[in-house]
């Protein structure tokens, strides 16, 4: 799996919140609040994430309909290993550290995160 540029991602966000296989323009109602693209930059994006095996696109009648390949949650988990890798060293301490120091956590979020660890420990 590779890492999807800006624009693939919202592609593939907008295809993972659809519910089933969904036509081209469905991507123009979806993303025209954010996006203006061209129907060709579309088509473009759509073409390069079925190459990537992100989607499939099957022909039904006289369009295409497109569903993805790869889950939201797969590709968050690879994103997820891909970062702490990269830039913590592996370590969910190292990221954690980092974060307290740039005040990105507060008391409260560190409280969340104690007790979602303590309630994993009871899991087992």
Not at 34 to 53: C, Y
Not at 103 to 117: F, I
Request: hydrophobic residues 35%.
């Amino acid at each position: 799996m590779k890492k999807l540029p800006e624009s693939e991602l919202e592609i593939m966000i907008a295809l993972w919140e659809a519910d089933g296989p969904v036509p081209r323009n469905y991507f123009d109602q979806k993303l025209q609040s954010t996006k203006h693209w061209a129907d060709s930059t579309i088509l473009s994006l759509l073409s390069r994430l079925q190459e990537k095996g992100f989607l499939s696109c099957q022909k039904q009648g006289n369009r295409n309909l497109y569903q993805p390949l790869v889950s939201e949650e797969e590709y968050l988990a690879y994103e997820n290993r891909n970062f702490l890798q990269k830039l913590h060293g592996n370590s969910i301490r190292n990221l954690v550290a980092a974060m307290v120091k740039s005040q990105d956590l507060t008391q409260s979020d560190l409280e969340d995160l104690q007790r979602y660890l303590d309630q994993l420990k009871k899991e087992g």
